[in-house]
Structures are given as C-alpha cells and as structure tokens.
C-alpha cells in the first residue's frame, strides 16, 4: 500500500474549544483530510455554525457542549466521543481563556480561573485521551498524537498577562514530559505556540489602530494578524503519519513575532 503521509482518513480527531478561532482551523484542515471531528464548545450558535463548516467537508462531525473547566463534563465528553466512533488518535487541548490586568490588583479567583481552564483542563483532556491511546497501543493499536495550544506568552515576558502566560508555559512543560513517557506507545506529545492571532480573544486589540501600528505593522515580520486558516496545516502534519518520529517538540506560528 502507498504511503499517503497527510490522509488522515480512518482517523478521528478531538479539538477543544474547536468551535472557533485557532480550533476551528484546525478540525477544519483535518475535515479537508478525510478525518473524523470531534469539536467542544459552549456557545451553541457557535457550534451549530462549525458543525455546519465541518460536516460540508464530507465527514462524520460530532459537536459536544463541554465545559473544560469541569472535570467531569471531560471525562463525559470523551467517553461519549468514544461511544460515537469507536476511537480518538489526534487530541488537541485548545480551549482557553485569558488572564489580562494589573498583577497586583488579580484575585486569586481569577488567577484560580485561568489555571483550571488553561492547565487543569489541559491534564484531564490528556488524561482520558492517553488513557485511551495506550489501552490501545497494548491491545497491538500504538499511535496517537497530542498537541496543546501554547502561546508566544510562554517564552517572552507578558506583562499584565501573568496568570495566563503561566500556564501556556506550563503546558509546555507537561508536553514535554509526555513525550517522553508515552514514547514506548507510539503517542506522540507536541505544542503549539501562536502569536497574535485574529480571535474573539483578541478582538479588542484587532480594533485597536494604535496597537497595529505599533505591534502588528513594526514587530511582526509578516505585518499581519494570523488567522484561524493558518492552524489547518499544523493540525494535519501532527495528526498525520508525516509527523510518526516528531515528539516533543513546539511549533511557533506567529508570522515572526518572537525572532524580531
């Protein structure tokens, strides 16, 4: 049989807050390559409109209500995910939130807010995916990839952006080490760093003609904002068998932000 490296048809893939922005993009580009979608999300205008973009595709979309900041909801949701198709091998951890204003005047709830959303639900996602994965892989099934959304917060100082920018940074760090463990299962772990890209989170600043004279013009080589389409090809590559012996490693996507 000819090895096809970016078919991903027979694969089914999970992306967390994929009902827009960065995740979208992703299940969107993985659709285009014959897979399963599996998407999470909360704002069920939202959902109904990518289940709609998905499944135009030609592929079998599931669209799930999940709150990632509930435990329990992620261990539903994927158990659900598993009951519908049977299997997951490309799990993306990418919904978040962000953490914006003075650090000496942040609550802890806030603070306690941003971790569990952009951390805690992180651990879960990978928790009951791996679980799966290598409860495969010793039934003579090995394979799978995980990828978490970073940011380019995680390796230049955010200012007024801490408690967010300490998460992207840990995850990089759970990555990592999953890489490593799974290795023997043929999981593969890796994360994703995006720049400034064009989102409902960073709606304010997309408006905001002072800051793209000043961040997006003068600092960003490519003098645009990133868009969602620019995660399609990413999310293949990672979910495909063209990336079978890449672990461990992070992909920045940020039009040359962090270089500059």
Not at 239 to 250: I, Q
């Amino acid at each position: 049989m000819a090895f096809k490296p970016f078919d991903l048809t027979g694969k089914v893939a999970l992306v967390t807050g994929g009902n827009g922005g960065i995740g979208l993009g992703m299940a969107e580009g993985m659709a285009q390559a014959g897979a399963k979608v599996a998407v999470w999300g909360q704002n069920p205008e939202k959902n109904a409109k990518a289940e709609e973009t998905l499944k135009a595709h030609g592929v079998d979309v599931l669209v799930q209500k999940v709150d990632v900041a509930d435990e329990a909801a992620i261990v539903k949701g994927v158990a659900e995910l598993l009951e519908r198709f049977g299997r997951l091998d490309f799990c993306a951890a990418n919904a978040g939130i962000g953490g914006g204003g003075a650090f000496e005047e942040m609550t802890t709830e806030r603070w306690r807010r941003v971790t569990t959303v952009n951390l805690d639900a992180v651990f879960w996602t990978f928790r009951e995916a791996a679980r799966h994965m290598v409860e495969r892989a010793k039934a003579g099934d090995p394979g799978g990839s995980l990828v978490v959304t970073s940011s380019t917060s995680a390796v230049h100082g955010a200012p007024r952006n801490q408690a967010y920018a300490s998460t992207k940074g840990a995850v990089l760090s759970m990555v990592r080490g999953l890489a490593v463990e799974y290795a023997r299962y043929g999981i593969r772990a890796n994360s994703i760093l995006p720049g400034w890209i064009a989102t409902d989170m960073t709606a304010g600043s997309v408006a905001w003609d002072k800051f793209n004279e000043k961040v997006i013009q003068a600092r960003v080589p490519m003098r645009r904002w990133g868009e969602w389409e620019d995660f399609a090809g990413i999310a293949v590559y990672l979910a495909s068998d063209a990336s079978r012996f890449h672990t461990g490693d992070s992909f920045v996507i940020d039009g040359g932000y962090t270089i500059y």
